[in-house]
């Protein structure tokens, strides 16, 4: 079924001249598990450029499709094609509005095609696992979704994945101190060899940003759910400059759901 939903909206939206990009558990049931079936899936995702997401809207609107979920401020929304059960979850950046300098855009030149019965563009590896430090980052590691953390796991473990490589695009995804956080998290919590190794090349035992981290780490075991911790969350960028364009996002998105 998500496969089916995955193939319909990628279709819509290439015939309207908007490449997609497939991430997460439509694309890593198929490429880090033996059988599929072992990775839930509660919806498939679907990325594209920030400039097409008014158009994608419209297309999925003329093909009688239900939109809801609708998130100007962070360029997504979530579309449901009658008869379809799984909904797909439509973005334009990678977790959220200044987490990540690498954009989708960036990722498409890169993409491949193909997840298994279906022919859709896939990131490559390294800029997949950036995605997903990025998205079990912002779900604050051990809240984050147990499949999600897995797949986090397994990546860095596939063959083709090669450890300087990703340091090299998380540092220009200005991602590196997430990164750490991330394998820190992995290292402590699931004993991966593998992230440990990612760690040791991001900087080993010391943080790049060692106070940030280690109050980021506080609070997101103490109350993962706090204002403060969101803040913090939102400013994990190694670049301040993106700092302001994501708080204000986080602002925008907060009065939205305070909203009678």
Known sequence: MASRALETVTKRFDAAGIDTLAVKGVVTAHTLYSDPAERPLADADVRIRPEDVARAADSAREAGWRIHEWRPAYGAFVVVVPGLSVPVDVESVIGAPGLCGMSIADMLTRATRGAGPVDVRVPEIHDHAVLMVVNVFKDKLAHAAPWALEDARRIVEVPGFGVDRFVDRARSAKVSG???????????????????????????????????????????????????????????????????????????????????
């Open 178 to 260: 997430m990164a750490w956080i991330v394998a820190d998290w992995m290292t402590r919590q699931k004993t991966s060899a593998a992230w440990t190794a990612v760690r040791h090349a991001l900087g080993g035992a010391r943080a790049p940003r060692p106070v940030y981290a280690r109050v980021f780490r506080e609070l997101q075991e103490r109350a993962p759910d706090a204002m403060a911790t969101r803040v913090l969350a939102r400013i994990a960028s190694d670049d301040p400059g993106m700092w302001i364009a994501a708080l204000r996002k986080a602002v925008a998105l907060e009065r939205r759901r305070r909203r009678p």
